[in-house]
């Protein structure tokens, strides 16, 4: 069982990045696939989810109108699209999967820096 994220890197206040997240040796279509980031000096935050079989989705507030989640489930893939981008959005991200089990995977994280 693996999460393996991708691609994440540096990017301009105001501009755009999407995150994947390919997984393998479950079924992303049916767990409950999230993603999260930690800043240094900061807890965890829970940012995007994406619930099994009726794909609908939640946001925490720090990211609402901003970032959406999807899945791709030919691929067994989970996206992030991150736009109007700030400073603050710097972190590293990471891509989790609960499953119908109730088991938590977690990838291995990606750093994102927004900066000018």
């Known amino acids: 069982v693996q999460l393996v994220e991708s691609v994440g890197g540096l990017v301009q206040p105001g501009g755009s990045l999407s995150l994947s997240c390919a997984a393998s040796?479950?079924?992303?279509?049916?767990?409950?696939m999230s993603w999260h980031r930690q800043a240094p000096g900061k807890e965890r935050e829970r940012i995007a989810t994406?619930?099994?079989?009726?794909?609908?989705?939640k946001y925490a507030d720090s990211v609402k109108g901003r970032f959406t989640i999807s899945r791709e489930n030919a691929k067994n893939t989970v996206y992030l699209q991150m736009n109007s981008l700030k400073p603050e959005d710097s972190a590293v991200y990471l891509c989790?999967?609960?499953?119908?089990?109730?088991?938590?995977?977690w990838g291995q994280g990606i750093q994102v820096i927004v900066s000018s």
């Open positions: 040796g479950f079924s992303s279509s049916s767990s409950v």
């Open positions: 989790k999967a609960r499953t119908v089990l109730g088991t938590d995977y």
């Open positions: 994406i619930y099994s079989f009726s794909d609908s989705t």
